[in-house]
């Protein structure tokens, strides 16, 4: 639908950091997005930004020390892209909305983009954002201008070679907090609006009779996790659901038997890979009232991400036999046993709201590029062998 050219030399008056010229009748148009709605969202867009402050230029954030999520959450750009950023997602998620929706459904303080799967729209795309699975060809004719930003969710060890995507891959996304863009899949976040009590009020250990359970479907891999719950099963109740066990339960009625009846819950990765911890900590466990008992990279880095006194690991022990010697202890004492729930009025669990994060880098992006993307991702010791259990 076209406007009147009053109205639109209005628009370009008032919305002055972003030039509304043929370059984006022609994206609204290959979209076959009706223009005076566009117009609407984009003027909504710059109102949006203008109530939001700029602390920082986007390369600053390198401080592996700091909360990277929460710098790249309040960061605004100084200068917003003067079209619609197109970003082309070969392999959307069911979860994930297209169009304009996705970053309008999160509240995203800076929400000029537009997300397709459809890949006639590769080559014209702004951004290609995609993970090495997704069969990206590198044969496509790359605008000069267009950027690539692989996205990496497996550990190192099993993700294949990355040699053919050196000096292709301009920004990063993946739960190591090098990343350019941080993914983990949930954040912890003090609030200092709950109540800080010595006691939780609720009872976590009310109606729960089984000890632990396990969801897993990936038998063999490197860190031996497999072999150690077999090895744990001996000591203590470990119900193994999935390929590696001998029970069925689907989704939601896991998440349910963990709240209702299960104490404890075994949170293994496949790796024990630096940073790599997954949906098993966070959806599986701290979202389901149990406490996780952990295995992936070393302790100190859960105590970073992690809520306090919220998850056991199992470095702390000289093996199954000495954990499930604690586990019995906390299984008879609900003191101690609630006391790895106190977090629950420190703060809450947040989403990371990465498409926002996404959004806001790709209007102005520092140049980047990573010459070797492969031997930044297959970095020797960033993934350690488990030691020797022998009890």
């Given at each position: 639908m076209w406007i009147h050219i009053a109205q639109l030399v209005k628009l370009c008056a008032t919305l002055s950091s972003i030039a509304l010229t043929a370059q984006i009748l022609f994206w609204y148009g290959a979209f076959t997005l009706d223009f005076e709605h566009g117009i609407q969202r984009l003027?909504?867009?710059?109102?949006?930004?203008?109530?939001?402050?700029?602390?920082?230029?986007?390369?600053?954030f390198n401080d592996y020390s700091t909360d990277r999520i929460e710098e790249q959450l309040a960061y605004i750009p100084a200068k917003l892209a003067s079209q619609p950023v197109v970003i082309y997602h070969p392999k959307n998620a069911a979860a994930i909305q297209l169009g304009f929706a996705e970053f309008e459904r999160n509240d995203c303080p800076v929400r000029n983009c537009f997300l397709t799967t459809l890949e006639e729209h590769m080559r014209t795309a702004h951004v290609i954002f995609f993970s090495p699975t997704s069969l990206v060809s590198l044969e496509h004719l790359r605008p000069a201008e267009q950027l690539w930003i692989m996205q990496l969710l497996e550990s190192p060890e099993?993700?294949?070679?990355?040699?053919?995507?050196?000096?292709?891959?301009?920004?990063?996304?993946?739960?190591?907090?090098?990343?350019?863009?941080?993914t983990p899949y949930l954040r912890w976040n003090w609030s200092s609006n709950l109540p800080h009590m010595e006691y939780p009020l609720f009872n976590y250990a009310k109606g729960k009779t089984k000890k632990a359970a396990w969801f897993v479907s990936h038998c063999l891999t490197n860190n031996g996790r497999r072999e150690y719950a077999l090895q744990l099963q001996l000591y203590i109740q470990v119900d193994i659901y999935g390929d590696c066990g001998d029970r069925r339960i689907g989704r939601r009625e896991g998440a349910r038997a963990l709240k209702s009846n299960y104490k404890f819950y075994l949170s293994f990765e496949n790796s024990n890979c630096r940073d790599y911890v997954t949906e098993k900590f966070f959806d599986n466990a701290l979202s389901n009232d149990v406490i996780p008992i952990v295995m992936g990279p070393p302790k100190q880095?859960?105590?970073?991400?992690?809520?306090?006194?919220?998850?056991?690991?199992?470095?702390?022990?000289?093996?199954?036999?000495?954990?499930?010697?604690?586990?019995?202890?906390?299984?008879?004492?609900?003191?101690?046993?609630?006391?790895?729930?106190?977090?629950?009025?420190?703060?809450?669990?947040?989403?990371?709201?990465?498409?926002?994060?996404?959004?806001?880098?790709?209007?102005?992006?520092?140049?980047?590029?990573?010459?070797?993307?492969?031997?930044?991702?297959?970095?020797?010791?960033?993934?350690?062998?488990?030691?020797?259990?022998?009890?």
């Amino acid at each position: 639908m076209w406007i009147h050219i009053a109205q639109l030399v209005k628009l370009c008056a008032t919305l002055s950091s972003i030039a509304l010229t043929a370059q984006i009748l022609f994206w609204y148009g290959a979209f076959t997005l009706d223009f005076e709605h566009g117009i609407q969202r984009l003027e909504e867009n710059y109102l949006h930004r203008q109530s939001r402050n700029i602390i920082a230029s986007w390369d600053e954030f390198n401080d592996y020390s700091t909360d990277r999520i929460e710098e790249q959450l309040a960061y605004i750009p100084a200068k917003l892209a003067s079209q619609p950023v197109v970003i082309y997602h070969p392999k959307n998620a069911a979860a994930i909305q297209l169009g304009f929706a996705e970053f309008e459904r999160n509240d995203c303080p800076v929400r000029n983009c537009f997300l397709t799967t459809l890949e006639e729209h590769m080559r014209t795309a702004h951004v290609i954002f995609f993970s090495p699975t997704s069969l990206v060809s590198l044969e496509h004719l790359r605008p000069a201008e267009q950027l690539w930003i692989m996205q990496l969710l497996e550990s190192p060890e099993n993700t294949d070679s990355l040699k053919a995507y050196n000096g292709r891959i301009n920004y990063t996304a993946s739960y190591r907090w090098d990343s350019d863009i941080v993914t983990p899949y949930l954040r912890w976040n003090w609030s200092s609006n709950l109540p800080h009590m010595e006691y939780p009020l609720f009872n976590y250990a009310k109606g729960k009779t089984k000890k632990a359970a396990w969801f897993v479907s990936h038998c063999l891999t490197n860190n031996g996790r497999r072999e150690y719950a077999l090895q744990l099963q001996l000591y203590i109740q470990v119900d193994i659901y999935g390929d590696c066990g001998d029970r069925r339960i689907g989704r939601r009625e896991g998440a349910r038997a963990l709240k209702s009846n299960y104490k404890f819950y075994l949170s293994f990765e496949n790796s024990n890979c630096r940073d790599y911890v997954t949906e098993k900590f966070f959806d599986n466990a701290l979202s389901n009232d149990v406490i996780p008992i952990v295995m992936g990279p070393p302790k100190q880095f859960y105590e970073r991400i992690a809520p306090p006194h919220s998850f056991i690991h199992v470095d702390d022990f000289d093996g199954p036999k000495a954990l499930a010697r604690y586990l019995h202890e906390i299984d008879r004492n609900d003191t101690l046993f609630n006391e790895y729930f106190l977090w629950k009025r420190m703060g809450t669990l947040m989403d990371s709201r990465f498409w926002c994060r996404l959004c806001a880098i790709v209007q102005q992006p520092p140049p980047k590029k990573y010459e070797d993307i492969d031997a930044w991702w297959h970095k020797q010791g960033d993934c350690r062998w488990p030691r020797t259990q022998t009890e």
